[in-house]
């Protein structure tokens, strides 16, 4: 069973740091400073609700789980291209991520028109198709791991389980 837990904090200098101990007891880690510090946490709770309300087992929080460490992500990655399932969670997250910064919420018929497009782009076969309902529970997911993150104070760290064998949303502690 993969187990991760993810430890992001909030730096009293206004840094950030994702910590992410597998259950063999290796760690992997980031650090995040200026704009960074202020982007990779939301990017990061927002995989974290991608990955437990839709099961993706591959995306990024499950590849670490596996042994994958943070800075495998870059480009060039010394894992190579990603698996098709990191690269549809990397989508979504992505999107929400632009959705987040105009403040402007798509209806699924915008998501699955971007997913078809960038599905073929990327040459990925199995095409992600999200309805309004599986786009509302990744926003309330996400909502409330956005609160957690804004109410934690300078130099306090936030704590996630993540579990590949646990059934969608389960893991979630939000």
Not at 70 to 89: H, I, N, Q, W
Not at 92 to 107: H, K, M, N, Y
Not at 139 to 168: H, I, N, Q, Y
């Amino acid at each position: 069973m993969a187990k991760l837990t993810i430890e992001l904090k909030k730096k009293t200098d206004g840094a950030t740091s994702l910590s992410c101990r597998r259950s063999d007891g290796s760690v992997t880690w980031q650090n995040y400073k200026g704009q960074q510090g202020r982007f990779f946490p939301l990017h990061d709770l927002t995989h974290y609700a991608v990955e437990t309300v839709l099961d993706h087992r591959q995306g990024f929080f499950g590849l670490v789980a596996d042994g994958w460490n943070v800075t495998d992500f870059g480009e060039p990655s010394p894992r190579g291209p990603l698996p098709p399932e990191a690269m549809t969670t990397e989508l979504i997250v992505g999107f929400l991520d632009t959705e987040r910064a105009s403040r402007e919420r798509s209806a699924a018929a915008d998501f699955n028109t971007y997913m078809a497009t960038s599905h073929s782009r990327h040459q990925i076969d199995a095409v992600c198709e999200l309805s309004d309902d599986d786009l509302d529970k990744i926003r309330d997911v996400r909502s409330k791991l956005f609160a957690r993150w804004a109410a934690l104070a300078d130099g306090d760290t936030m704590s996630l389980e993540f579990s590949r064998d646990d059934a969608p949303g389960s893991s979630e502690k939000a």
